[in-house]
Nanobody, 116 residues
């Protein structure tokens, strides 16, 4: 079973930046990769996704501030987050979905805390 390991989370002041990384133990070349987040008491929500072709999709709250990217050679997907607000505080999860089987795998998550 593929393992996804997120890193890069931490504590940052509002207005600051963080870069999250997710490394997969298997190839992501045939996978759509996504970042989700879940704040306390809220449902998990999509933040950004990037398809096999590189097409990107962002939640409205992420547009203009977050950038998703992928490096298939390294089996890695990153999420650059700028101009963070306290509303961005959540556990951030990486998801891999094989496009022709819809098989999904999730990482364990990385905590992002934004202080005011």
């Amino acid at each position: 079973q593929v393992q996804l390991v997120e890193s890069g989370g931490g504590l940052v002041q509002a207005g600051g930046s963080l870069r999250l990384s997710c490394v997969a133990s298997e190839s992501i070349r045939r996978a759509a990769m996504s970042w989700y987040r879940q704040a306390p008491g809220k449902e998990r929500e999509l933040v950004a996704s990037i398809g096999v072709s590189g097409h990107k999709n962002y939640a409205e709250t992420a547009k203009g501030r977050f950038t998703i990217s992928r490096d298939d050679a390294k089996n890695m997907v990153d999420l650059q987050m700028n101009n963070l607000t306290t509303e961005d505080t959540a556990v951030y999860y990486c998801k891999r979905r094989i496009v022709y089987t819809d098989q999904e795998s999730w990482g364990q998550g990385t905590q992002v805390t934004v202080s005011s």
